[in-house]
């Protein structure tokens, strides 16, 4: 089974930095793309930014110029620097890992648990 943990969210000041962290486990041997979403309340879930294994990055619209994804493939981890800050950011940040194969099976999709990112002075 693969599992996905997120780490570095909080709350922070319009104008502020944080960076999110993603590692997979499971006894993993590939994984092809790997990216962050996000699902602000009474809002649907949507994707931020994607990365390939080979270092292709998407980006939503509305995070261009200021987030940057960037994926460390011998650790199976991924990584979202997000700067300036917005209150619209505020929302539950979900790591998701696509095309995952493991020693013992194929997982076509795979989520994190979430975490909180919220944006307030």
């Known amino acids: 089974q693969v599992q996905l943990v997120e780490s570095g969210g909080g709350l922070v000041q319009p104008g502020g930095s944080l960076r999110l962290s993603c590692a997979a486990s499971?006894?993993?041997?590939?994984?092809?793309?790997m990216g962050w979403y996000r699902q602000a309340p009474g809002k649907e879930r949507e994707a931020v930014a994607i990365i390939t294994s080979g270092g292709v990055t998407t980006y939503a619209d509305s995070v261009k110029g200021r987030f940057t994804i960037s994926r460390a493939n011998a650790k199976n981890t991924v990584y979202l620097q997000m700067n300036s800050l917005k209150p619209e950011d505020t929302a539950v940040f979900y790591c998701?890992?696509?095309?995952?194969?493991?020693?013992?099976?194929?997982?076509?999709?795979?989520w994190g648990q979430g975490t909180q990112v919220t944006v307030s002075s």
């Open positions: 998701n890992a696509r095309s995952v194969r493991t020693i013992a099976a194929y997982y076509p999709d795979s």
């Open positions: 499971g006894s993993i041997l590939s994984i092809n793309a």
